[in-house]
C-alpha cells in the first residue's frame, strides 16, 4: 500500500530536521554569534526573566540530539536573552548583595615566600572562605588572584558569610605567615551578563573592599540598613573612593557580643 501525500511529507519534514548539514550549520552559526549552550544555561540562572526560564526548558526538553527546528528556537530564545540582558543596562531589576575579599600584604609576602608556598596559601584560604558563601546561599562570581567577588540575594547572607570567612581564616597559617583579610560588601541592583556583575553598585563594593582594614569588614549603608536588630556592631567609617557616590556611608560591622560562636 503506497504512503498518503501526507505521511510523505511528514517523513521528508523529519529528513529536513534531522538533516546532520543544517542542524551543524546552524549550531555553529548560533555559537560564533550568541555563544554555546554552557552560556545558555548560565544565564538562565538569572532571576525569572520569561527568556531566561524559556531557553532553560528548551535546553532541558530537545535532549543530546535537537534537530533543525530546535536549533533555530534555541537560537531564538538566545538572542531574546541578549536583547533583555541590552535593556537592562545600568542597573539591574532585583537587588543583590556583592561582596570583595582581599588578603592584606600578600603580594610582597609572596614575593619572598616563593611561589610553592604561595600557592599552598590561596588554596587554604580557598579551603576557609569559600565554603561560608555556599553556605549562606550565595556564588563565587570570580576568584581574583588573593581574593574573590561573591554575590548574595541579600546583605544579612553576605554579612554571616563574611563574618563565618574571618573567623575560619584565623586557623590558616603558611610558613609562619597569618593572611589577614579585608572585606566590603554593598547592596544594590547590579547589571548582570551571564555569570558576572557590572555597574556602580559593584564598583562600590570594590571601593569598599579597598578601603577595609586587616580584618575588618566595611559594608554601605544599605547593607546596614537590612541586618537584624541585635546581630551586629556597627561603627561609621569615612569612605570616600573614586567611581563611588558621595553620598554612600561606610560601615565597619562585626558580629554583635551575644552573637559570637563560643571557644
Known sequence: ????????????????????????????TRERALGDDDFVDHLSTARGRPADLAAQQLVSLRGESPGFAGEIGLTALQAWQRLAEFQDRGRGKV????????LVGFSS???????????????????????????????????????????????????AAAFAATERLAAVEVEGYRPRLRTGIHLGRPRKLGGDY????????ARLAEAAKPEEILVSDTVLAQLPTGSAEARKRRFRAKGAPKEVDAYAVRRAQASRPTE
Do not use: Y
Open 1 to 28: 500500500m503506497s504512503e498518503t501525500p501526507g505521511k510523505r511529507l511528514t517523513a521528508a519534514a523529519r529528513r529536513f530536521n534531522r538533516s546532520p548539514k543544517l542542524v551543524g550549520w546552524v549550531r555553529r
Open 95 to 102: 537587588d543583590v548583595a556583592i561582596l570583595f575579599t582581599d
Open 109 to 159: 609576602w609572596a614575593l619572598e615566600a616563593g611561589d610553592a608556598a604561595s600557592v599552598r596559601l590561596l588554596r587554604a584560604v580557598a579551603t576557609a572562605i569559600e565554603p561560608p558563601v555556599a553556605e549562606h546561599r550565595g556564588e563565587v562570581v570570580k576568584r581574583l588572584g588573593d581574593g574573590l567577588m561573591a554575590a548574595f540575594w541579600d546583605a544579612p547572607s553576605a554579612v
Open 198 to 205: 557590572f555597574g556602580v553598585d559593584v564598583n562600590i563594593a
